[in-house]
């Protein structure tokens, strides 16, 4: 059978890809190793009747202009108001941060009127750097190595739109995006607990701590992308790109593993599955794993050593387990009672212990205070759970992909003992009502979704491993030194989450002819 491309991968990026691709014209099949679509984004029936909207949380990342773009609210993508986030506290009961600047002023004036002053002043500061910074993020990067005068313009034009904030703002930003995100917000505020609640986003499936340098530059993508949320969460995502891509003519095959990406006279040729059955397109566009596609699915020798090399320098370090509890009745909080809250983020109170649950993993431990980044999606959606029932997902930080003596049953139960004790010192009695668990570390994230190391960005968020050298310099914009060969997942620009940027930029590539920096 032939294609004009092959997608590989049936997460948002792959669909956003074959979407845009089939959408111009092109015969697009894509390819999916699981039995299902939607990657990280598809919903997991974890017990009976239960079901937890994706592995990931970030759903606000989704940006409009690229929702847009592939058409997605012809196709059933409806947009919901970003829920309130509950910093919660032992003992008391926590910061509620709304979206809406004058709730949150009100709610954080209760406990300090100066800290509800800088967190207004910080989201205006925010507000002025956000259209810039989205731009950024919704173009692919501009080459390294300029050819001419285009080129030129490509590079120059990023600083030039920072440069529009004017002196102060600008050399704000200059100043704090290699800081350490916790000094960022020591000089702001003086909350300990809204400190450590804003930190830990920015740290989320990173190799780094609060102290460690350059983790603002993360807070801030985080921050300037944040927007509106999906109505019915990823899964509904990854459905209104299947719609989109089939009603441009795409087919979408699961249950079909890539083994080998075919090359002849030094360009792509096809793919051969799994099952041995070849497909001919002279372009393949691979949304999985880049270093699973680069030394793997490429044969050995057929890419220059030098980009052989750069792939293997790669780092995909998973840092975060998944957990999901179904329970016979609602998830309420000693300081908060009678309220249903759909985020919370539950710490040890001070930005340090952020740090002290990073510190596990440099030795190859599990945290034994993990940080818990905790959504109840059956506060928005309660069809997820039998009636009475509900769903909580967490993603605990920090657990190691290469845990000492490994993740054995007695390891796996130890972790998931930390995360409840954690949950349960603010909701006392909820183990006593989990009806079901499910704990995913990162190797099991490894196995069931492909990313090498557990990697739920595919490569870890890092100031080397951003923007124009995301994945790794030589295919940095799509293209690769592969003929035909385009990189289009979470570990291309501007990274991973749950949005479909990379794949949509990855296909503009492809259209464009583009070729690597």
Partial sequence: ????????????????????????????????????????????EFHPGHRAPGVLHDEGLVDPAVAGRLG?????????????????????????????????????????????????????????????????????????????WGDLWRLARPALALRRLGRADLTELLR????????????????????????????????AGPWSAGTTTFWLLAECAAGRFVEGGPPALAAALARAAQAAGAEIRTGAGVARIRVEGGRVAGVVLASGEALDAPVVVATCDPKRTLLELVAPGVLPLGV????????????AATIHLALDGP??????????????????GHVDDLERAFDAIK?????????????????????????????????????????????????????????????ERHAPGV?????????????????????????????????????????CPGAARYATALAGLFLGGAGSHPGGGVRPTPGLLAADAVLAGSTRP
């Fill in 1 to 44: 059978m032939r294609y004009d491309v092959i997608v590989l991968g049936a997460g948002q990026n792959g669909l956003a890809a074959a979407a845009r691709l089939a959408g111009a014209g092109r015969r697009v099949v894509v390819l999916e190793r699981r039995d299902e679509i939607g990657g990280l984004c598809a919903a997991r």
């Fill in 72 to 148: 997605l609210e012809r196709h059933g993508l409806a947009w919901r108001a970003a829920p309130p986030v509950l910093l919660a506290e032992e003992g008391g009961p926590g910061i509620l941060l709304a979206v809406e600047p004058e709730a949150a002023a009100a709610e954080l004036g209760r406990r300090s009127p100066a800290d509800a002053a800088a967190l207004g002043e910080l989201r205006a500061w925010l507000a002025r750097l956000a259209p810039a910074v989205r731009r950024l993020l919704a173009e692919p990067p501009p080459k390294l190595a300029p050819a001419g």
């Fill in 176 to 207: 704090v995006a290699p800081m350490c995100v916790a000094d960022f917000l020591n000089e702001r505020f003086a909350t300990a607990l809204l400190v450590e609640g804003l930190a830990a986003p920015a740290l989320s499936g990173t190799w």
């Fill in 308 to 319: 052989e090399e750069e792939a293997r320098r790669i780092r995909s370090r998973g840092t």
């Fill in 331 to 348: 998830l309420e909080l000693a300081g908060r009672p009678g309220e249903r809250l759909e985020a919370i983020r539950i710490g040890g």
């Fill in 363 to 423: 030795y190859r431990a599990a945290s034994s205070s993990p940080h818990l980044e905790v959504r109840v999606p059956t506060v928005a959606d309660p069809a997820l759970a039998p009636a009475g029932h509900e769903v909580v997902s967490i993603l605990a930080s920090f657990a190691p992909y290469e845990l000492a003596g490994g993740w054995t049953e007695a390891a796996r139960a130890r972790f998931l003992d930390s995360a409840l004790a954690r949950l």
């Fill in 431 to 471: 183990r006593s009502r989990i009806v079901a668990a499910e704990l995913l570390v990162p190797p099991d994230l490894e196995a069931a979704f492909g990313a090498t190391g557990g990697q739920l960005h595919q490569v870890e968020p890092a100031l080397d491993q951003l923007f124009a050298l995301r994945p």
